[in-house]
């Protein structure tokens, strides 16, 4: 089975600076996606970013970058230039391929990230 | 992307009642899937609703527990029954908009039992 981990609890970070996000997965399979999601106070999962494992370049959303290792399953959220409306819960996830897993997402722990004005 | 609304977006509950969580999509889906959040944790997927046949469920939870219905492309429940202290998380129901589209997330139902 897929295990996702995301060893930073917490994080917190100066506005307008940056602040990168862990990931790492464990998986079998050579062909899956990867997620960014985020969960502020109000609760809604909000997607921030995906990444599709058969594609080497990393995927780029406005402020929000990935740097995908698929040898080393690291999958890291970088956030430039963070803003107050950034704080929330960063939560990453894996989905198997579509013919497998009937698209199942499998969550990491998640990081609580605090942005100081 | 699908816009999911989940009705009612919390609840308190006596021990021992049931109570069903609606999830409403406004465009047809192919599937959608109903996470339990316990306090202060991850997300965790409790089943995966099947348009016109029976929920599948993950290790762990029971149809007699979490029954869940989906009648069409677009709407599904979740009941919790027999509820206990235990029970008390936020549930949260999810689509893809496609075969290869991500998951969207309704804004989730927290319930507490007393």
């Known amino acids: 089975a897929q295990t996702v981990t995301q060893s930073q609890p917490e994080m917190s970070v100066q506005e307008a600076e940056t602040v990168t996000l862990s990931c790492t997965y464990d998986?079998?399979?050579?062909?899956?996606?990867l997620f960014w999601y985020k969960q502020p106070p109000s609760r809604q999962m909000i997607l921030v970013i995906r990444q599709e494992a058969y594609k080497q370049q990393n995927a780029t959303e406005n402020r929000f970058s990935v740097n995908f290792q698929k040898a080393a399953k690291s999958f890291s959220l970088k956030i430039s230039d963070s803003q107050l409306g950034d704080a929330a819960m960063y939560f990453c996830?894996?989905?198997?391929?579509?013919?497998?897993?009937?698209?199942?997402?499998?969550f990491g722990q998640g990081t609580r990230l605090t942005i100081n004005p | 992307s699908a816009v999911i609304s989940q009705k009612p977006s919390r609840d308190i509950c006596q021990r021992g009642t049931s109570l069903t969580i609606q999830c409403q999509v406004d465009?047809?889906?192919?599937?959608m899937f109903w996470y339990r959040q316990q306090p202060g944790q991850s997300l965790t997927l409790i089943a995966t609703?099947?348009?016109?046949?029976?929920?599948?469920?993950e290790s762990g939870f029971v149809i007699d527990k979490f029954p869940i219905s989906r009648p069409n492309l677009t709407f599904s429940t979740l009941t919790v029954s027999n509820m206990s202290p235990e029970d008390s998380s936020i549930y949260l129901c999810?689509?893809?908009?496609?075969?290869?589209?991500?998951?969207?997330f309704g804004d989730g139902t927290r319930l507490s039992i007393l």
């Open positions: 996830a894996y989905r198997s391929p579509l013919i497998q897993g009937a698209q199942k997402l499998v």
């Open positions: 999810s689509a893809t908009d496609g075969l290869y589209g991500p998951q969207h």
């Open positions: 465009s047809q889906v192919t599937m």
């Open positions: 609703a099947n348009q016109g046949s029976e929920a599948t469920y």
């Open positions: 998986t079998s399979e050579s062909d899956y996606y």
